[in-house]
């Protein structure tokens, strides 16, 4: 499967952004998928993940609250709606395609090219 990530930007302190991840391929809804960040100097880190069916989903504790993900599988799109920005939102954000939803970026097989996003104080 082969993600596009799209959505990011630059946006103020308390704002909002969407995130999409458009993937290729008939076997979307068969994928759990992921968000996962990464700032300059740090590792890639873990945001949030939904399983096959949407039915459950999970989020890291700094985004609860603020961020949903969820998916429409009749459209191969996954989404990250991110409200209540931070400056330490700031990374480049990468979807990820992997057999079971989890945190551990390693066990995700599929990877889009990431999309910015900027948060001004």
């Known amino acids: 499967v082969q993600l596009q990530a799209s959505g990011g930007g630059l946006v103020q302190a308390g704002g909002s952004l969407r995130l999409s991840c458009a993937a290729s391929g008939r076997t979307f809804s068969r994928y759990a998928m992921g968000w996962f960040r990464q700032a300059p100097g740090k590792d890639r880190e873990f945001v949030a993940a939904?399983?096959?069916?949407?039915?459950?989903?999970y989020y890291a504790d700094s985004v609860k609250g603020r961020f949903t993900i969820s998916r429409d599988n009749a459209k191969n799109t996954v989404y990250l709606q991110m409200n209540n920005l931070k400056p330490e939102d700031t990374a480049v954000y990468y979807c990820?395609?992997?057999?079971?939803?989890?945190?551990?970026?390693?066990?995700?097989?599929?990877w889009g090219q990431g999309t910015q996003v900027t948060v001004s104080s």
């Open positions: 990820a395609a992997g057999a079971v939803a989890q945190i551990d970026p390693g066990m995700y097989g599929y």
């Open positions: 939904i399983a096959w069916s949407g039915g459950s989903t």
